[in-house]
């Protein structure tokens, strides 16, 4: 039998280096190895219910006999991102309402279609679980805003207001160009799994148009949730499950309904474009519009002080 020559050794080799390249990133830069069980939760604020997918993480804040406002985050900072305008939303008199997705935060991740079905369905459930039958004022960031949208139009008798901050997705040729980026079921894993932390942490800085609005620990607290595992999974399958098709039909729908609808838009956003606005509001006429200076995705973060009495005059009128 002849012996392998030297080049096939070679090859051989080169092979497992890169495969030792390409693993170790995979390995050393995947945090996730904590289990999200009752020890995990045990530090966190607020309250846990078992809903028909998993356990959902919520708060309530403000009077209980207020208004009710259910307050929806992106997708992929937890409900802490509403810290300011929960507490705002409640001094004023309301009954504020925020929670973790599935998949976010300190609700269970399970393994699941992460589509806007399942969102909406998690929505209808934890309301009815908490017993909140009446109207409600839906408020939602980013991709919760285009959530918020959605359940308005599956559920328009439980809606009373819509609140969209830079909804996304809003722009169709972007979205479907980063999801047709990580939609392959092997390079998609892949790069979510071995740079998706990277990845969203930069993403997070980006959000904002100045650094020094970012909360002293915004970071810390959104490096906890990638402690657990199933949020990169999670994350993986809402990119890749997500649609833009039939959006701005959507939106469309929700106007026709003839509801208040209040969007607001930070000016320096380049997460969703600020420029995205005008394509949205051809679909949505009749949406009040608050430009936001010098604020970029989070303009409630940015300039409370704008967005905060926007958010209060808006809910309070008759």
């Excluded at 096939?8 to 890169?18: D, K, P, Q, T």
């Excluded at 020890?39 to 708060?59: C, D, M, Q, V, W």
């Excluded at 992929?76 to 004023?92: H, K, Q, R, Y």
């Excluded at 991740?109 to 109207?135: G, I, K, M, N, S």
């Amino acid at each position: 039998m002849r012996k392998p020559s030297k080049r096939v050794g070679r090859v051989l080799i080169a092979l497992l280096i890169l495969a030792a390249l390409l693993a170790s990133p995979y390995v050393f830069l995947n945090d996730e190895k904590q289990p999200l069980d009752a020890a995990a939760r045990a530090s966190a604020p607020g309250e846990f219910i078992a809903l028909r997918a998993g356990t959902t993480h919520y708060e309530w804040a403000g009077p209980a006999d207020g208004p009710v406002v259910a307050l929806l985050h992106g997708v992929s900072v937890p409900s802490f991102i509403w810290d300011g305008t929960f507490e705002a939303l409640a001094d004023a008199g309301f009954r504020v309402l925020r929670f973790d997705f599935y998949g976010r935060g300190y609700s269970d991740r399970p393994d699941a279609a992460y589509t806007t079905e399942c969102f909406v369905q998690q929505t209808a459930d934890l309301l009815a679980a908490l017993d909140v039958h009446q109207p409600v004022d839906l408020v939602g960031v980013s991709l919760g805003g285009y959530l918020a949208a959605a359940f308005t139009d599956q559920h328009p008798a439980q809606v009373r207001r819509l609140v969209m901050l830079d909804p996304g997705p809003s722009a169709p040729a972007q979205f479907n160009s980063a999801i047709r980026l990580l939609a392959s079921p092997i390079l998609g894993r892949y790069f979510v799994t071995a740079f998706g932390n990277v990845m969203w942490e930069a993403g997070q800085r980006a959000d904002f148009f100045d650094p020094a609005k970012m909360p002293a620990d915004y970071l810390t607290r959104y490096r906890a949730q990638l402690r657990y595992r199933g949020f990169k999974r999670a994350q993986y399958a809402t990119m890749s499950h997500l649609r833009s098709d039939g959006l701005m039909e959507l939106y469309a729908r929700v106007d026709a309904q003839g509801r208040p609808v209040l969007l607001i838009w930070g000016r320096e956003d380049k997460t969703v474009p600020f420029a995205d606005h005008v394509t949205l509001r051809q679909a949505m006429p009749h949406a009040e519009f608050h430009p936001i200076d010098a604020a970029g995705h989070l303009p409630h973060i940015e300039q409370p002080q704008i967005v905060n009495p926007l958010l209060t005059e808006f809910l309070r009128r008759q």
